[in-house]
C-alpha cells in the first residue's frame, strides 16, 4: 500500500498565481485533513472532510478551498498565492472507530510563493 | 496560554541516557493525548497514544497527568535513531475532528 501520497513535492509559485495540491489516500479512510506547518508553529489545520462531499474549516483557512468529489482524494486549492502562503503542506487521514485517533500523513509539499 | 505547550529544545543527550519531555495543554474537557514523532523534512508519524493509567512501549513511556494537564515521555536508553522532532498532540472532543499539535520539542542524541 502507497499509503498517503501527495503531488507535487515542491512548487515555487509567483505572487496572484493559482495551484491545486492533491492528496489520495488508498486505506479507504473516511477522514482527511490539511495541515500547513510552519517553522515555529507547528502543525495548523487548514481545512478537513469527513467523507466524500463533505468538507469544513480548519484554524486557518482563509485563502484556500477544497473539495472531496471521491473519498480517496482531497484536494486544497490555492486561487490567489500570497508569500504568506510559503509552507509545508501535509495531508493526512484517519478510519472511524477505535484507531481514528492516528492520523497517517503524506509526505507533504514544499511550497515557495514568491 | 496556547493549547499545547512544549520545551522546543534542542534536547542533546549521549546515547544511553534517559530524556524526559514534558507538555502541558490548555483545555481541561481534553479526552485523547498522543506523541508523534516527526524526522527532519519528513511528516509526523505516531509514536504512541497517552493514556490516563501511563503505559510503555519497549523503552518508551508516556504518562499523563490530568489534575495537572500535563502529559510526559520518557525515553531510556537513548539511540542514536531516537534523534528527532517529538510532538505532544491533544483531541478536544469525541466528535473528532483534528488534532492540536505542540510546536515539538528536538531531541539529538550523540555517540
Known amino acids: 500500500n502507497a499509503g498517503v501520497t501527495q503531488t507535487p513535492k515542491f512548487r515555487v509559485l509567483k505572487t496572484g498565481q493559482s495551484m491545486t495540491l492533491l492528496c489520495a489516500q488508498d486505506?479507504?479512510?473516511?477522514?482527511m485533513y490539511w495541515y500547513r506547518q510552519d517553522p515555529g508553529m507547528g502543525l495548523r489545520l487548514i481545512h478537513y472532510?469527513?467523507?466524500?462531499?463533505?468538507?469544513a474549516k480548519g484554524e486557518v483557512p482563509d485563502g484556500y478551498n477544497v473539495s472531496r468529489l471521491k473519498k480517496q482524494n482531497f484536494l486544497l486549492g490555492l486561487e490567489s498565492a500570497a508569500p504568506s502562503q510559503t509552507s509545508v503542506y501535509f495531508c493526512?487521514?484517519?478510519?472511524?472507530?477505535?484507531?481514528?485517533?492516528?492520523?497517517?500523513f503524506g509526505p507533504g509539499t514544499r511550497l515557495t510563493v514568491t | 496560554r496556547k493549547e499545547v505547550e512544549q520545551d522546543p529544545g534542542p534536547f542533546n543527550v549521549p546515547e544511553g541516557a534517559t530524556v524526559a519531555f514534558n507538555c502541558t495543554y490548555s483545555?481541561?474537557?481534553?479526552?485523547?493525548f498522543f506523541w508523534y514523532r516527526q524526522d527532519c523534512r519528513k511528516e509526523p508519524k505516531l509514536l504512541m497514544s497517552?493514556?490516563?493509567s501511563g503505559n510503555e512501549d519497549g523503552r518508551f513511556t508516556a504518562q499523563l497527568n490530568r489534575a495537572s494537564q500535563y502529559i510526559s515521555l520518557l525515553i531510556r536508553d537513548s539511540k542514536l535513531s531516537d534523534s528527532a522532532t517529538y510532538l505532544c498532540?491533544?483531541?478536544?472532543?469525541?466528535?473528532?475532528?483534528?488534532?492540536?499539535f505542540g510546536k515539538g520539542t528536538t531531541l539529538s542524541v550523540s555517540s
Open positions: 486505506m479507504n479512510h473516511e477522514y
Open positions: 472532510s469527513v467523507g466524500e462531499g463533505t468538507t
Open positions: 498532540v491533544v483531541n478536544h472532543n469525541q466528535a473528532g475532528t483534528a488534532l492540536i
Open positions: 483545555n481541561s474537557a481534553s479526552q485523547s
Open positions: 497517552v493514556y490516563s
Open positions: 493526512a487521514s484517519s478510519s472511524t472507530g477505535s484507531s481514528f485517533y492516528e492520523q497517517y
